[in-house]
């Protein structure tokens, strides 16, 4: 059955795609791209990481020892489950299971928020330390030079992370709603497919930002 | 190819296992890289954490992400994201680690609250003060 005319097209067909196949492929190819710039806009961040460690790699050590490696490992293990759960909602909505789909999403939305909550706690106590970026730096317990830039790097890199979960949980609490009002059916959930993937690079990132923070050896 | 077929043809849907089996490979990695990492290898505790925490981006990438399913054009877009990030690093690296051979770099406080700065006896006060006027305040050089 040809797909090409106004009249027979599915609600969530734009007029400018002559079938669902092709405008999902647009929509991820146009996702992968996007997912690249984000890798290249931390992938600044972590080329500052590789030359701060190269100069100061003492004090990188004994900075590194202040990060709660306890609480790193509880996130990792948090946001694992976290990528599990979103792609579990993905397969749901391919299956047609409406009711099973947004159970994924609201555990998505409930990991994604108790990562914020341990990094919250984090932050608080890192704060209440001094030990903060730049010329905030009032902590005197670290040995080595300059011991402020690894808490400049670690913040900009968790912030510019952080950042990327609430907005992740933004998208997930909307299709969230999109899901209940019956916006996705097993012919048509890019929007979820799409989040997925951001989500996944999310993920992604801190699979990287937690050997290089907490566990240098 | 008939809307049938070509909706049947991609949707991938994965077996309930695949995805607990990766996520079940991803815990057992993060155990692995956490426990490694309380012995001391020196250099080798990066190249082993980089190991690890390379294989678990693969295993996303290709298994949640769909890239091993899915058209390959995404890979090459992805991957070439991330061989541009490498040629980044590595070329940024060439230069930052050279430069001991063109100038005599010192460390220095930036901040004066901020810790205590290891001071190097062999370098004299006096080639701290003639440094100072030809760095910039905000120096971070090593």
Not at chain 1, 145 to 170: E, R
Not at chain 1, 185 to 205: A, K, N, R
Not at chain 2, 78 to 98: C, E, G, H, K, N
């Amino acid at each position: 059955m040809s797909m090409n005319h106004a009249a027979e097209h599915p609600a969530h067909l734009a007029h400018h795609f002559a079938d669902t196949e092709q405008q999902k492929e647009s929509a991820k190819l146009g996702m992968w791209f996007f997912l690249l710039t984000e890798v290249l806009t931390f992938g600044g961040l972590f080329c500052a990481y590789a030359v701060y460690r190269a100069w100061h790699p003492e004090m990188f050590f004994n900075a590194h020892k202040e990060l709660s490696l306890m609480a790193g490992t509880i996130n990792t293990i948090v946001l694992i489950t976290s990528s599990l759960t979103m792609a579990l909602a993905i397969r749901s909505m391919q299956l047609g299971d409406k009711k099973q789909a947004m159970m994924h999403l609201a555990l998505t939305f409930l990991l994604a928020a108790t990562f914020l909550v341990i990094k919250y706690f984090e932050y608080s106590h890192k704060f209440h330390e001094g030990q903060l970026p730049g010329r905030f730096y009032t902590y005197t317990g670290i040995e080595g030079s300059n011991p402020h830039v690894f808490f400049s790097i670690y913040f900009a890199m968790t912030g510019l992370h952080g950042i990327h979960v609430m907005g992740g949980m933004c998208l997930i609490a909307w299709l969230f709603f999109k899901t209940k009002n019956g916006a996705f059916s097993p012919e048509y959930y890019t929007p979820i497919e799409m989040t997925g993937l951001f989500w996944h690079l999310v993920d992604l990132i801190w699979i990287f930002l937690f050997p290089l923070f907490y566990l240098i050896g | 190819m008939s809307k049938e077929s070509s909706q049947h043809g991609h949707h991938h849907v994965l077996p309930l296992s695949t995805y607990l089996g990766v996520a079940s490979a991803l815990l057992i990695l993060t155990a692995i890289t956490v426990w490694v990492a309380q012995f001391h290898f020196g250099e080798w505790n990066l190249v082993v954490a980089m190991i690890v925490a390379a294989t678990k981006a693969i295993l996303v990438a290709l298994i949640f992400m769909h890239l091993l399913y899915d058209n390959k054009l995404y890979l090459v877009v992805f991957a070439s994201s991330v061989l541009f990030l490498a040629a980044f690093i590595i070329i940024t690296m060439f230069d930052t680690l050279r430069r001991d051979d063109i100038y005599e770099f010192l460390e220095k406080p930036i901040h004066s609250n901020a810790a205590m700065y290891q001071v190097d006896s062999t370098k004299t006060a006096a080639g701290m003060d003639s440094l100072k006027t030809m760095m910039p305040a905000d120096s971070t050089a090593k």
